[in-house]
């Protein structure tokens, strides 16, 4: 029996990244100013106490209700229209970005030749770098391009769904099955018409599932925007915070968890019937 | 009858794209507008150059550090609170416990993070503390409830094996449940910690510090050399995280 | 008496009756093997044993105590001193052997020493003897999802072997192997048995192992014991009867042709 057997081979990396972690713990504690302790402390508890405590009751007087129920069409209005331009232009990039239509690819076992694989990639760059910059910074930047308002909300939407809807189509594209799309292009039909008699009916259920739970997220993410001037349900929001109002954000609140919920029902019917 | 069903939803939802545009009153035309596309040329622009003096690059060098401190803590803290509530939550301690721990997990979820960091501000002051407080508080309910599921489904022969050798529940669970259990754990932690590496960027927004904050100040100010600076910096951010995860998930979830 | 099991009865959660009134009686340092059908409660008769199951009648007494009369305390005491050998290893397949292995002396560790073991393991040497006794020795740091099913079975049988007990009840312990290889692990135990004057009881289905390496068999049948027997007692007939199955008949043999004779006239 050989005497180094007896060692745990694990013992040296778990040490090792026992003391890794513990050596970023600290700088990181530093860096983000932890302190758990000021939740728990006496007049923060008090200012957070009186401001939880106007909470209730929650706002519900005629003039304000109005206001909720416009600000939440408003919020359900921009993301709709975010997603419908979204799609306008992430429909035409997924199918130029995705190798599933790459008449290279056909002959080739489903690897595109390089030309193929190059000329992909400027769009591909495209899509992952408009889903990257986070939704609320692109509002932040059309607030000030556009103005304050809805119409900053739509266009950070369609901009970052686009990216978002545009790379999973994609990837959606290349995961089905490619070999009824090649028979097709091998057949010398049109890719797109090869693309749409091949794969599309296999993903077409997938697609549709996903694009609906986007929108479900396209909702929160409009009511996020608000908060930098987007319009909708987060702007009131942000308006009722910086006015003490705390009924007004209970109520705003309570609105929003509510509109989630049905967005996610709405959301669940329609995956249900539409797949 | 079903055709009929799928064309009546189907032309449903295309009625209330038409009428969402319609709402919002947007013109796209005035958007699409010569003026307007040139006004928006000339914004972004301005964009083009960013400022990448030696002083700035530290302050943006702190800032990012900041920013990822912010959403590494955030997601361990959460992952701590989330593991200890999900035991309730998946059922462990009896009916009344788990009706609790679920509300509790649903509430602190369904609040976004941005929201969290406002009322955050508000107890604990401007600052990076904040930013941590809140995603450890959103991410909390995320994870928990994430874990919860995992839990309920893992198999539960090895820890009632334990059990039978007369081992305690304590040690049953990590010795039976949590090696089923850790690889899971660990992607859905990675997972969270990807999103909420862009949601740290974005909460300075309401004062919770790192780039967010620098982002925020230096568009209020128009100096939008700077501001471009910062935004590259977010991105090669998200590109990190996005790597580390990924290399983890490789090297530990996948084994 | 080690094992005693007084018209013990079990009845499942849909109604079926795995077992009925068995009396079983094995005394200290006895090795037995239980025979018999798939679906005739061997299973359940090890885990009604292992105090792993509550009878649903009749009285169970182990190492002198009424399992089911005591405190759960006094009970999870008493079960760290059974070791129970699954049929399937109840293993996660991400943990190692050696953290599998050990695993067994949970029942008698303190809390901050199991969690310990985790971090790194205690007892290499002790784990490492159980394995080379199962000719596993090399496999020491391997994750069980890279061993076989007869290795794993193995690595099982391992583990009970190092939580040391004085009862050692086997099920099925060596279905995944092959016949010489399983013939070798139930030597092994048999050994082991004999030298710590431990109590054995494996429930088996090959019938020519369980002649080899048990002096007394007990065959089940239907939830209720056909015969209680030394090995040198079973007959044919024994064996016949026990596993005698009517859906399972060979063919009847073939008739002879009728052959009429149809007279000419």
């Not at chain 1, 229209?81 to 970005?97: E, K, N, T, W």
């Not at chain 3, 949970?106 to 199962?134: E, F, M, T, Y």
Request: charged share 15%.
């Amino acid at each position: 029996m050989l005497k180094a057997d007896s060692r745990d081979p694990a013992a040296w990396p778990r040490l090792l990244l026992t003391l890794l972690a513990l050596a970023l713990l600290w700088p990181g504690i530093e860096l983000s100013e932890l302190n758990l302790g000021v939740l728990l402390q006496a007049d923060s508890q008090n200012e957070m106490g009186r401001f939880v405590s106007a909470f209730w009751p929650p706002a519900h007087d005629q003039a304000f209700l109005q206001l909720l129920f416009k600000a939440t069409l408003q919020t359900l209005a921009i993301a709709t229209a975010g997603m419908a331009l979204a799609l306008l232009l992430a429909v035409p990039a997924s199918l130029i970005a995705s190798r599933a239509l790459s008449l290279s690819a056909a002959s080739r076992g489903g690897v595109p030749s390089l030309p193929g694989r190059l000329l992909r990639w400027p769009i591909r760059g495209l899509l992952i770098f408009l889903r990257s910059v986070p939704e609320i910074v692109w509002a932040l930047l059309f607030v000030r391009a556009v103005g304050l308002g809805p119409a900053a909300g739509v266009l950070a939407i369609a901009i970052t769904y686009s990216g978002m809807l545009g790379k999973v189509y994609a990837e959606i594209f290349e995961s089905t099955d490619q070999r009824p799309a090649h028979a097709l292009l091998q057949a010398g039909s049109g890719r797109l018409a090869a693309f749409a008699y091949g794969t599309l009916p296999n993903v077409a259920a997938e697609l549709l599932s996903y694009t609906v739970y986007r929108w479900e997220c396209a909702i929160r993410a409009s009511v996020v925007m608000g908060f930098v001037g987007a319009g909708g349900l987060g702007q009131q929001i942000d308006l009722s915070i910086r006015m003490f109002a705390g009924g007004e954000v209970a109520s705003m609140l309570l609105t929003f968890l509510l509109l989630v919920l049905c967005a996610d029902q709405l959301s669940r019917l329609l995956r249900w019937r539409l797949t | 009858m079903r055709r009929l069903i799928n064309l009546l939803l189907t032309a449903a939802i295309a009625l209330s794209v038409v009428a969402s545009f319609a709402y919002l009153e947007l013109d796209l035309a005035e958007l699409g507008s010569a003026n307007s596309l040139k006004q928006m040329g000339s914004y972004v622009q301005r964009f083009l150059s960013p400022d990448l003096s030696a002083g700035y690059l530290k302050a943006i060098v702190h800032g990012s550090l900041e920013t990822l401190a912010m959403s590494a803590l955030g997601t361990l803290l959460a992952a701590l609170f989330g593991i200890v509530l999900a035991l309730p939550a998946a059922g462990r301690f009896g009916w009344p416990l788990q009706s609790a721990a679920r509300l509790l997990l649903n509430g602190l979820r369904a609040i976004p993070e941005l929201v969290w960091a406002a009322l955050m501000v508000l107890a604990a002051g401007l600052g990076p503390n904040a930013g941590t407080l809140a995603l450890a508080l959103h991410t909390t309910g995320v994870l928990g409830r994430l874990f919860a599921e995992a839990l309920e489904n893992t198999p539960p022969q090895p820890a009632e094996a334990i059990r039978l050798q007369g081992g305690n529940p304590i040690v049953a669970f990590c010795y039976g449940t949590l090696p089923n259990l850790a690889p899971q754990l660990l992607a859905y932690c990675l997972y969270r910690w990807e999103n909420n590496i862009r949601m740290a960027s974005v909460l300075g927004f309401v004062g919770a510090g790192g780039l967010g904050q620098m982002l925020y100040v230096s568009l209020s100010l128009f100096q939008e050399a700077q501001a471009s600076t910062v935004i590259l910096a977010m991105l090669l951010l998200v590109f990190l995280v996005d790597w580390l995860s990924a290399w983890s998930r490789q090297r530990w979830v996948n084994a | 008496m080690t094992l005693r099991l007084t018209q013990g009865s079990l009845r499942h959660a849909n109604g079926v009756d795995a077992l009925r009134h068995i009396d079983v009686q094995i005394a200290a340092g006895e090795q037995v093997a239980i025979i018999g059908p798939s679906g005739a409660g061997k299973s359940s008769l090890l885990h009604l044993l292992a105090t792993a199951l509550k009878p649903s009648s009749g009285d169970i007494e182990v190492l002198g105590e009424r399992a089911w009369h005591v405190s759960a305390r006094q009970r999870q005491r008493l079960r760290a001193r059974i070791g129970l050998v699954h049929q399937a290893p109840p293993i996660p397949p991400r943990q190692r052997v050696i953290t599998a292995v050990l695993a067994g002396k949970l029942g008698q560790w303190s809390l901050g020493k199991s969690l310990l073991n985790l971090l790194h393991p205690l007892d290499v040497a002790g784990a490492r003897a159980a394995l080379a006794r199962l000719d596993l020795g090399d496999k020491l740091f391997a994750h069980c999802q890279q061993l076989s099913g007869g290795q794993l079975q193995r690595v099982g049988i391992a583990r009970v072997l190092y939580q040391a007990p004085e009862i050692l009840l086997a099920d099925e312990p060596v279905s995944a192997m092959d016949p010489v290889l399983a013939g070798h692990t139930l030597a092994i135990l048999s050994r082991h048995a004999r030298e710590r004057n431990v109590t054995l009881v494996a429930s088996l289905h090959a019938v020519d192992l369980a002649l080899a390496h048990f002096p007394r068999i007990i065959g089940l049948r239907d939830g209720q014991i056909l015969f209680d027997c030394p090995s040198a007692e079973v007959s044919r007939d024994k064996l016949d009867a026990l596993y005698a199955n009517e859906q399972l008949q060979s063919p009847a043999p073939a008739v002879a042709p009728l052959i009429v004779q149809i007279p000419r006239c």
